[in-house]
């Protein structure tokens, strides 16, 4: 069992930033962050691997920057130049775990002036 804990959402101005937290119950290899606006499905944002290894979806390529401190099994995401597109609520994701993936709650996120 892997319980996720995310802090860090909120609502902010267009072009503005915030860091989302997720702490995790125990060491995972890959952890990650989707998305999910109302009335679309949940989608990839970034994922990181235990080594550092990285992926973005292309929509947040260059403004959003996920990392991880490996000692505290957490996993951020730095999310700069928001836009009103990427609101959403954000769920941290880590796995799999045997043949399971775990979720967190989610936090929302709202780019609204």
């Known amino acids: 069992q892997v319980q996720l804990v995310e802090s860090g959402g909120g609502l902010v101005q267009p072009g503005g930033s915030l860091r989302l937290s997720c702490v995790a119950s125990r060491t995972v290899n890959a952890m990650g962050w989707y998305r999910q606006a109302p009335g679309k499905q949940r989608e990839l944002v970034a994922i990181?691997?235990?080594?550092?290894?990285?992926n973005y979806a292309d929509s947040v390529k260059g403004r959003f920057t996920i990392s991880r401190d490996n000692a505290k099994n957490t996993v951020y995401l730095q999310m700069n130049s928001l836009k009103p597109e990427d609101t959403a609520v954000y769920y941290c994701?880590?796995?799999?775990?045997?043949?399971?993936?775990?979720w967190g709650q989610g936090t929302q996120v709202t780019v609204s002036s």
């Open positions: 990181i691997n235990s080594i550092g290894t990285t």
């Open positions: 994701n880590a796995g799999p775990v045997g043949l399971k993936l775990y």
